[in-house]
C-alpha cells in the first residue's frame, strides 16, 4: 500500500474526502516528523511509539573494495509496535512473497 492507496482507505472509513485526508495525512507526518527531530517521543497508544535514538560510532566495510571505513555517531528515528499492532500483526496470516 502506498501513501495514495492509504488515503483512498481513510477518506472511505471516515466518509471524508481524498484532500482532506491527505491533508489531515500530510499534518500528522509532519508533526511527529518534527516532533521526534526536537528529541521527544511520540505514542499512539496501542499502535506504537516513534522516537529518536542515537547511533554509536562503528566500523563498516565498503562492500565494493572490502576496505574499512568508519561511521559517524548519529541519531536516527525508530519505531516500536504497541501491544496491540503486534497482536493484530501476529494473528494475521502474511501474504506470498509475489515471486520475480
Known amino acids: 500500500m502506498n501513501k495514495t492507496d492509504l488515503i483512498a482507505a481513510i477518506a472511505e472509513k471516515t466518509n471524508q474526502s481524498k484532500v482532506a485526508t491527505g491533508e489531515f495525512l500530510d499534518a500528522a507526518v509532519a508533526v511527529i516528523e518534527e516532533t521526534v527531530a ?12 516513534f522516537k529518536a535514538a542515537a547511533r554509536a560510532a562503528r ?9 574499512k571505513i568508519k561511521i559517524a555517531a548519529t541519531t ?4 516500536s509496535a504497541g ?3 503486534k497482536t493484530k500483526v501476529a494473528a494475521s496470516k502474511p501474504k506470498k512473497a509475489a515471486k520475480k
Open 59 to 67: 566500523e563498516g566495510k565498503n562492500p565494493k573494495t572490502g576496505e
Open 38 to 49: 526536537a528529541g521527544d517521543s511520540v505514542t499512539l497508544v496501542g499502535f506504537g511509539t
Open 83 to 85: 501491544a496491540g499492532f
Open 76 to 79: 536516527v528515528p525508530r519505531f
